[in-house]
């Protein structure tokens, strides 16, 4: 139950920080919602790496690189569907606010990211 808590924390201050970064972006820079998505995603990925190995997993015992790259491949699959699922709610719906997109992206991603970080990333 403490991973759980700890995932959903790591998750919702992640959205936050997407969903933060995402909005600055667009409002700071010439980018688009494409290309904006992506930064956001990175800065929110970065952030929840390490929420999650301090907090809610643990240490998995690796290498701090090789913990890194298999986070990243996790993040990244995840990532893909989070995109996917904000890309497809764009094209259907082009007026959507970018940010309830992202939401609708990040509540896809999550179970996905929560089963390869529990058995992939931070497997003991």
Do not use: Q
């Not at 995840?78 to 719906?93: E, I, P």
Request: proline fraction near 4%.
């Amino acid at each position: 139950m403490k991973k759980l808590f700890w995932f959903a924390f790591a998750g919702g201050t992640g959205f936050l920080v997407d969903a933060g970064s995402l909005s600055l972006i667009l409002w700071l820079t010439p980018a688009g919602p494409y290309v904006a998505r992506v930064l956001s995603i990175a800065i929110a990925m970065a952030y929840t790496w390490t929420i999650n190995r301090t907090f809610t997993f643990g240490s998995s015992g690796r290498h701090v690189a090789s913990e890194g790259a298999r986070y990243g491949l996790i993040g990244i699959l995840a990532a893909l569907v989070n995109y996917g699922s904000y890309s497809v709610c764009l094209l259907v719906w082009p007026p959507v606010w970018p940010v309830l997109a992202a939401a609708v992206g990040s509540g896809v991603a999550m179970i996905f990211s929560y089963v390869g970080y529990s058995r992939f990333v931070f497997a003991k």
